[in-house]
């Protein structure tokens, strides 16, 4: 079965404060994605990631940065969190060749993060 | 724009009655469609995905049907159970850039 892995179930962090988001995949996937996830909005794309060092802005990239240093990690930075980024995030990857989201994505359980 | 309607917002039914979610859309072009269900605190999970071809795609008790011509699809669920209480996500993607756009959930409470 695919493993999506994310680093942390719940966080609670300060306004100001930097903050880390992993997420691990043990399918081989090339597609890496990151989504919030806020009631009445349905999943948001932030940003997504098709091979090792490469990232495409999503529909909200605002205020998020990522990482894509080894094929099997994808890592979501918020440089300065703020209140309006308490949020849910899923992690999804996806095992389409040739990149986006066309296809089946298996997520992550998902972090559900608090900036107080 | 792209956009994904799912109906009802929120649904409750007795265990072993059958219900059906309703999604409509106008992605265009159409690439494909997959219902997701997602447990309360958890990440989505894959029920079905149908490309433009397929009008019925089914996944135990779950079953999907697809017309491409109206832009609607459904997810009819029988027999429910206790476990099928869930949020039920409609997603479509594009043919174009391949972008998925996805619904905001119907949430299913199936009580004893």
């Known amino acids: 079965d695919v493993k999506v892995t994310q680093s942390s179930r719940y966080l609670v962090k300060r306004t100001g404060e930097k903050v880390f988001l992993e997420c691990v995949q043990d399918m081989d996937h090339e597609n890496m994605f990151w989504y919030r996830q806020d009631p009445g909005l349905g999943l948001r794309l932030i940003y997504f990631?098709?091979?090792?060092?490469?990232?495409e802005k999503g529909d909200i990239p605002e205020g998020y940065s990522v990482s894509r240093e080894k094929k099997e990690r994808f890592s979501l930075i918020l440089e300065s969190a703020s209140t309006n980024q308490t949020s849910m995030y899923l992690c999804?990857?996806?095992?389409?060749?040739?990149?986006?989201?066309?296809?089946?994505?298996?997520f992550g359980a998902g972090t559900r993060l608090s900036v107080l | 724009k792209n956009q994904v309607e799912q109906s009802p917002q929120s649904l409750i039914i007795l265990e072993g009655k059958n219900c059906t979610l309703q999604?409509?859309?106008?992605?265009?072009?159409?690439?494909?469609l997959r219902w997701y269900k997602q447990d309360t605190g958890r990440g989505p999970v894959s029920l079905t995905i149908m490309t433009f071809s397929e009008n019925t795609k089914s996944n135990g008790r779950y079953t999907a049907t697809l017309d491409a011509d109206t832009k609607q699809s459904s997810l009819h669920i029988t027999a429910s159970q206790l476990s099928d209480s869930a949020s039920y996500i409609c997603v479509v993607s594009d043919a174009n850039a391949g972008k998925s756009t996805f619904g905001d959930g119907t949430t299913l409470t199936v009580k004893p």
């Open positions: 999804a990857s996806s095992p389409h060749p040739s990149g986006g989201a066309s296809y089946i994505q298996y």
């Open positions: 999604c409509n859309y106008t992605v265009s072009p159409f690439s494909n």
């Open positions: 990631s098709y091979d090792v060092k490469m990232k």
